[in-house]
């Protein structure tokens, strides 16, 4: 949507739904006092240049390892249909240990390929001690080597109402298969 010109008032303005300047770390949309920013950054947006808040974004999914390479291959059916769901361009696979790709390796081709953020995502369901230290020790001995490239660790699966749901649809799946 374009924006107002300057002398259009505000109150005869369309709703603005871009993001502006000091609202792009927040995802927050446009409010009146920031409708100057926002006319930059339509500026900016039709000069060819990224908005704020718009930089590439990869995700990381990141397993245990095993050295079953069958177990390994299901992250990577996973972050095909993670890739489809959530039409992400950039996704990759990393096990914490005991299988390639490495936590350094994933993040490395994230930044070959253009990404200046990284969510690393755990396939993990709860905080034990790979959460809360193995990988951030990984992620950030690999930040290290890409200056410039943030890198966040997202939260793992945990107790989530998703997770539950799944749970027992695999539970109904097991009592129908058993006869019961």
Known sequence: MA???PSQSLSTAPRIWLTCDRCALQGSRVTRPHLRSA????ARSTAGESPPGSAQVAVVLVDHGSRRSEANAM???FA?????????S????????LAEPSIAAAIADCAREGASKVIVAPYFLSRGRHIKEDIPALVEAAAAEHPGLECVIAS?????ELVAQLIEKRVQEAELASGS
């Open 80 to 88: 095909d249909l993670y890739r489809s769901t959530s039409q992400r």
């Open 3 to 5: 924006l107002p010109p």
């Open 90 to 97: 950039i996704v990759k696979t990393a096990h914490m240990e």
């Open 75 to 77: 992250l990577d059916t």
């Open 39 to 42: 006319r930059r950054l339509q």
């Open 156 to 160: 793992p699966l945990g107790t989530d």
